[in-house]
Nanobody, 122 residues
Framework: QVQLVDSGGGLVQAGDSLRLSCTAS????????LGWFRQAPGTEREYVAS????????YYADSVKGRFTISRDNGKNTVYLQMASLKPDDTAVYYC???????????????WGRGTQVTVSS
């Protein structure tokens, strides 16, 4: 079992930066691939980024590539999502997730945080 607690959301202006964090309980953190997803009101949850067990491989949705950076610190059981050049379209609840495969499908992730709200004003 892995419990995830995501945090760091807030209200920012377009062009600002924000860093989300997700801290996990349990000893097997380094054996999980981690991902970030987001969901805006009235839309389906969408993939944002993912990172492999060691952090050596990272993947991004085209909509955030070049602006967002995912990273992890296995010693702190934490995964981060550094977001830059934020746009109003980035407004959503952001969720971290843990699973056995570093893929872009939410169904492949077994454990989820409760989400943190990011609101970007124009």
């Amino acid at each position: 079992q892995v419990q995830l607690v995501d945090s760091g959301g807030g209200l920012v202006q377009a062009g600002d930066s924000l860093r989300l964090s997700c801290t996990a309980s349990g000893r097997a953190f380094s054996s999980y691939a981690l991902g970030w997803f987001r969901q805006a009101p009235g839309t389906e949850r969408e993939y944002v980024a993912s990172i492999s067990y060691s952090g050596g491989k990272t993947y991004y949705a085209d909509s955030v590539k070049g602006r967002f950076t995912i990273s992890r610190d296995n010693g702190k059981n934490t995964v981060y999502l550094q977001m830059a050049s934020l746009k109003p379209d980035d407004t959503a609840v952001y969720y971290c997730a843990a699973g056995r495969s570093v893929v872009n499908k939410s169904s492949s992730y077994n454990y989820w945080g409760r989400g943190t709200q990011v609101t970007v004003s124009s």
